[in-house]
């Protein structure tokens, strides 16, 4: 990535600004102004996230709000209620205070002598969802927004749920919030006030495992915040950001379709990171790319941008089955909206192991299928953060598990773009099911790339709000829609659908193994295939990826990202080890050393569901002359037929001497999950 310093106009930077709520509560702001803004008001630009402005994003924030102040604009960075320096307690994701102070933050943006009155906000994952949501309340000030890897649907599409699965990325956000939200706030920024503030949070956060947990199904819990609910609320111009490997892509479709608001749709190869930070790359120009989208919404200037394609996504190439990817190579291609006429479905028959274009004679019997419970330990994170080698990998593993239906040798390149869907009729020998679907891109040399997939709970297939027991042995048909992708299938591949009872430790098993039916000759897969056009060479070129330039850090212990798949041929204990270490970091511009330390396990023994069991281990720590903090959790959960198990710990430290600590035993009651 290019840094630099040289702007159109000098920075100016406000470190600490307050900006106080109805209720009196203050939120902890950084400012970065263009130095003539308070004589020439700009248009101000929004983030309004979790994560603490002062030292946990401070690099990333020094990369991207200085680059946007240099630009004309004012950029500004808040803490959410409850986290970093702001005041208060944090008790969940997207609640109503949290939306309610980030329009008064918008209404207090346009009040500003270097406002002009106009603001937009941009915003990656959290950052994302709350811009969506903000909008869907309609401040008047608020005129676009940038929305990165984030959801329109908080339950079908979001970490919790997949499908009607219970994810196991769940216990594992949770996790992580579990320990960022029992951190204090910086006293050189809130002064003596701050161990009381810690107090408060520790004593008030709470463990959102458990009510995560508790709402299995999409009831008004998880409605709210789901902009799906009523898109015609958004008014305001979005540009939905997302990449394959991320799992918010389907996003991005689901906004062009649906907001009648002027809408823009980039999907790259990235994982779940902005995208000229992009890995798997190539990275982009994001910032550039923004300043575009800023200049047309929020200055009125024509950069052409909305003359280009609506959706511009990157066709990927087939590639080797990595855990990770420096680069995926593809190529850019434009869809002038979606859904596009230029999509046409291709429907493909099951034969015994076979998809052909037309039905075999005679047609396919019948095939069983039960899964080891192992299946899936090669499918990756539901999520990936590109923090090392958290995509699938060769999935001939977990197709020895599946059952899988196979082309013949590709005559010639086939290239789809959209969601693949897969029509079933098939049969359960229990009340409740869970089926997992991948398209795989099978290579000349046998390996087996992941493309696509999904997790589906069968008794969800009416209704993710209303599920109903599955009655053995009767057929149903079910229709899957796999994850949206743009993939190049070259002649001499096949295009494999695979399909499994089991996806550990991706998602949840269900609550008894379970022997599923499938019926070929009644069953369908539906490609989007997407045909060549010329119009892609026309596509124009995105810059290299360019930001301001942050500040030093000095690395004392290097950051450390393991998986491992461990098997204990004794025991017959089969085991995801993750090791997630950011190191041990100072801060040169404040003189603070941070540390942040995960250690996940997920974990079976044989085909055992009851032996499934997801253990986390988060550690925080903060110091600096006078201060020396540190918050470790931990969170255990398992199941048995009827019930969730979760155990979880917190412990708080001062110069290493115990402030605080606290304990949870909580059963939870399984329904059809």
């Not at 680069?327 to 999509?343: C, F, L, M, Q, Y």
């Not at 499938?518 to 060549?532: D, F, K, Q, W």
């Not at 301001?548 to 690395?555: H, K, L, Q, V």
């Not at 903090?629 to 412990?651: G, K, P, S, W």
Request: hydrophobic letters at 35%; one cysteine or more.
């Amino acid at each position: 990535m290019r840094r630099t310093r040289l702007f159109p106009h000098p920075v100016t930077e406000l470190e600490d600004v307050w900006i106080t709520m109805a209720d009196g509560v203050r939120l902890a702001a950084r400012v970065w102004l263009p130095e003539n803004a308070e004589d020439n008001p700009v248009p101000a630009i929004l983030e309004y996230i979790p994560y603490r402005k002062s030292d946990h994003t401070r690099p990333r924030d020094d990369l991207n709000h200085p680059y946007f102040a240099g630009h004309g604009y004012a950029s500004v960075r808040v803490d959410i209620r409850g986290s970093g320096d702001s005041e208060g307690v944090l008790t969940d994701e997207y609640t109503v205070a949290e939306l309610t102070d980030g329009v008064a933050i918008i209404n207090w943006l346009a009040e500003q002598p270097w406002c002009d009155g106009n603001v937009g906000m941009i915003g990656i994952s959290w950052g994302g969802f709350n811009g969506l949501q903000i909008a869907a309340l309609q401040p008047e000030a608020l005129k676009a927004v940038i929305t990165v890897c984030s959801t329109d649907d908080r339950y079908a599409d979001d970490v919790h749920y997949m499908g009607g699965c219970m994810l196991l990325d769940n216990l594992s956000w949770a996790s992580i919030m579990f320990a960022g939200t029992s951190c204090p706030p910086d006293p050189a920024v809130v002064g003596d006030d701050w161990r009381r503030m810690w107090y408060d949070r520790l004593k008030g956060s709470g463990l959102w495992l458990d009510q995560w947990t508790r709402h299995q199904h999409r009831g008004n819990f998880w409605k709210h915040g789901s902009v799906c609910e009523d898109f015609a609320q958004i008014r305001c111009p979005i540009y939905a950001v997302s990449g394959w490997a991320d799992g918010y892509s389907n996003a991005v479709f689901r906004l062009l379709a649906n907001v009648e608001a002027p809408v823009k749709g980039l999907v790259g190869p990235w994982s779940h990171r902005y995208p000229h930070l992009g890995e798997a790359g190539p990275a982009i120009g994001f910032l550039q790319e923004s300043l575009r989208w800023w200049d047309h919404w929020l200055k009125g200037v024509d950069t052409g941008i909305m003359q280009e394609p609506a959706l511009r996504a990157w066709m990927q190439d087939s590639a080797p089955p990595q855990r990770s990817y420096e680069v995926r190579p593809g190529r850019w291609v434009g869809e002038p909206g979606w859904p596009s006429a230029n999509i046409e479905s291709h429907r493909l028959a099951l034969g015994a192991a076979t998809l052909t274009d037309t039905p075999p004679e005679p047609a396919a019997p019948a095939r069983r299928l039960r899964s080891p419970l192992f299946t899936g330990l090669q499918g990756g994170k539901w999520c990936s953060y590109a923090d090392g080698p958290d995509l699938a990998g060769d999935q001939r593993a977990d197709d020895a598990g599946s059952l899988v239906f196979d082309t013949k040798p590709l005559d010639k390149p086939v290239e789809i773009l959209g969601a693949v869907e897969v029509d079933l009729e098939l049969a359960v020998d229990k009340p409740i099911a869970m089926i997992a679907a991948r398209l795989n891109d099978v290579r000349p040399d046998g390996s087996v790339t992941r493309v696509t997939y999904t997790v589906f709970n069968l008794n969800h297939r009416d209704s993710h709000e209303h599920p109903e027991l599955l009655e053995p042995g009767e057929r149903y048909r079910i229709r899957l829609k796999l994850n949206d992708v743009a993939q190049r299938f070259p002649a001499g591949h096949r295009i494999r659908l695979s399909l499994s009872s089991s996806y550990w430790p991706l998602a949840w098993p269900s609550p008894e193994p379970v022997t599923i039916t499938v019926y070929p000759a009644n069953s369908t897969l539906i490609l989007p295939v997407r045909p060549l056009r010329e119009e892609d060479a026309d596509l124009p070129s995105l810059p290299r990826p360019t930001g301001s330039m942050p500040a030093e850090n000095t690395i004392i212990e290097p950051a450390v990202n393991d998986w491992r798949i461990i098997q204990n041929l004794n025991t017959g204990q089969f085991c995801l080890d993750i090791i997630d270490s950011e190191g041990i970091y100072v801060i040169e511009e404040t003189g603070t050393q941070l540390q942040k330390r995960g250690h996940e396990r997920y974990s079976a023994i044989g085909n055992d569901v009851y032996s499934a069991e997801g253990e986390t281990e988060w550690t925080l720590a903060f110091k600096r002359d006078g201060w020396d903090v540190r918050t470790e959790t931990r969170t255990h959960m398992t199941a048995d037929e009827n019930n969730f198990y979760i155990h979880a710990r917190l412990e708080a430290f001062e110069s290493d001497e115990p402030v605080y600590e606290d304990e949870w035993n909580i059963t939870v009651p399984r329904d059809q999950v």
